[in-house]
């Protein structure tokens, strides 16, 4: 065969398997094998483009087997592909277990090898093996445990009790993220970034627990509250607060439940279901509720008791800047520097913030969620916050975020509209809660302020809502009857 065909067939061949590379990248699946088949395509095209060297007959006739078989080798890899590797990606059965390409692979390599050998040197290197009692003896104690971890190393991919990226807990305090599967041993990630290598025949000898499985893990954990907080007061406080973090699923849903009367407290019970697994994600999400809890607590007036009998009731220890929350004259500033509350003089604001609740929430909590009722407003004087929209596909979005000065919720005080967006928060933050009880106070003694809210109300609305004038001046008057009904219905009843 002239040269030039040799390396013309051998680039045709290396394009066409580019080519079948490329199309199943765009198309994710499987790829084929590239390496092999590139260095034999290459070694023939070599061996046959060169005169043989001047070698005895006997390495001449090796020198050809080689170059026979290392072609046999990547036809054959390709072949596997082609069967079963390619038809799992197209999902016409199941991907089958990498341990079982490898171990397909090397028997029909290793059958390949013993009939092209026996065909061109008529040597029968499986009778040589197998007449030798004590070659056979040493060969087959030296393989004992590696083809028992080599069978169970099969066993757990054919099952697939557990693949890899799932949380296992292996007896005997072995546990953790699972990265790789091999013919021998089982890798785990453990939640320290250590690498623990477990046998397969260990994992199949002994009972093992796959958190993941089912594509979420849960955690349970408890808490002791006191005696004087109302169990049916605690277990909506803390449903709450488990519901609202965002890493919590609501399938399957949380559950808060009364675990104990013990000395000092009744032991409440939290489990919770998160996507990410690992003892680290659940380590962090029992941090974030925790410290959720205490701020929920602080704002019911509770604490969490010492686990000690006390002969004396005792003072709780708040931080300086929770216990001693601003100066309620910093406050009227900060509210009358608000539109809505700018026609309000100095005596109005200060009954309005006397009225009012100051709230201290953790990182991360809800302080209002899109879709809920509310009759209160809030003045946001410390920290930042989140306002977050569901769109249409299901999934939020991050719509602004709000800095000490800026007021939010003054549609459903005003309005009794629900919740037009979820706020969350994203350090601790002190709030100024008004709620419409106050409001409706201060406008029930002064009748005349209604109108003039209304309009403030009004034109915020509009500004949001990019309203024309005649659409201001119709929605004003819807506004002012609106307004009437929520504040002056008792007076005028």
């Not at 970034?193 to 955690?219: C, M, Q, W």
């Not at 004003?476 to 009843?493: D, H, P, Q, W, Y």
Request: contains cysteine.
């Amino acid at each position: 065969m002239h040269v030039v065909e040799i390396w013309i067939e051998a680039f045709a061949a290396i394009t066409a398997l580019l080519l079948i590379r490329r199309i199943a990248l765009g198309r994710h699946l499987p790829l084929p094998p590239l390496r092999l088949p590139l260095v034999a395509l290459l070694t023939w095209a070599v061996m046959q483009s060169l005169p043989l060297p001047p070698l005895a007959a006997s390495y001449r006739l090796w020198y050809s087997i080689s170059d026979d078989l290392l072609l046999t080798y990547a036809a054959i890899r390709l072949l596997i592909w082609a069967l079963l590797e390619l038809p799992g990606g197209l999902r016409w059965w199941s991907q089958p277990p990498a341990l079982l390409i490898q171990l397909l692979t090397l028997g029909s390599w290793s059958l390949a090898t013993v009939m092209m050998v026996r065909q061109s040197t008529h040597f029968d290197l499986v009778g040589l093996v197998t007449t030798s009692a004590v070659l056979t003896a040493v060969i087959g104690l030296a393989a004992q445990e590696p083809l028992k971890d080599l069978f169970s190393g099969l066993e757990l991919q054919l099952d697939d009790d557990f693949v890899i990226g799932d949380w296992l807990e292996v007896p005997g305090g072995l546990r953790g993220l699972v990265t790789s599967i091999t013919w021998r041993d089982t890798t785990l990630r453990t939640m320290d970034g250590y690498l623990l290598v477990v046998p397969n025949s260990k994992i199949t000898a002994e009972i093992h627990t796959n958190r993941s499985r089912y594509g979420f893990s849960g955690d349970r954990f408890t808490i002791g509250l006191d005696y004087d907080f109302p169990p049916a007061r605690a277990l909506a406080l803390l449903d709450q607060v488990v519901r609202q973090h965002p890493k919590v699923l609501a399938d399957p849903p949380p559950r808060v439940r009364i675990k104990a009367f013990d000395e000092s407290a009744i032991t409440y019970e939290l489990q919770a279901w998160q996507r990410e697994p690992g003892d680290q994600a659940m380590v962090d999400l029992r941090s974030d509720l925790l410290e959720q809890i205490w701020y929920a607590l602080k704002r019911e007036g509770q604490t969490i008791p010492y686990p000690v009998r006390e002969l004396a009731r005792r003072r709780s220890a708040v931080p300086a800047d929770l216990a001693q929350p601003p100066d309620p004259e910093a406050c009227c500033h900060a509210l009358a520097g608000h539109g809505v509350f700018a026609e309000l003089d100095d005596a109005q604001i200060q009954q309005l913030v006397a009225g009012s609740q100051l709230l201290a929430y953790g990182p991360g909590e809800a302080v209002v969620v899109e879709g809920s009722e509310g009759e209160s407003l809030y003045h946001l004087l410390r920290g930042r916050v989140e306002v977050i929209k569901q769109v249409a596909d299901g999934r939020t979005i991050s719509v602004r975020e709000l800095q000490p000065g800026d007021v939010f919720g003054e549609m459903t005080l005003f309005l009794d509209a629900p919740r037009s967006a979820t706020v969350r928060t994203l350090q601790e933050c002190l709030l100024l809660r008004v709620g419409r009880p106050i409001v409706r106070e201060l406008l029930q003694a002064n009748p005349a302020l209604l109108e003039r809210l209304a309009g403030l109300v009004g034109a915020r609305q509009a500004e949001l809502e990019s309203l024309g004038k005649e659409q201001i001046e119709a929605q004003s008057n819807v506004l002012i009857e609106t307004m009437k009904t929520l504040f002056l219905a008792v007076r005028g009843g």
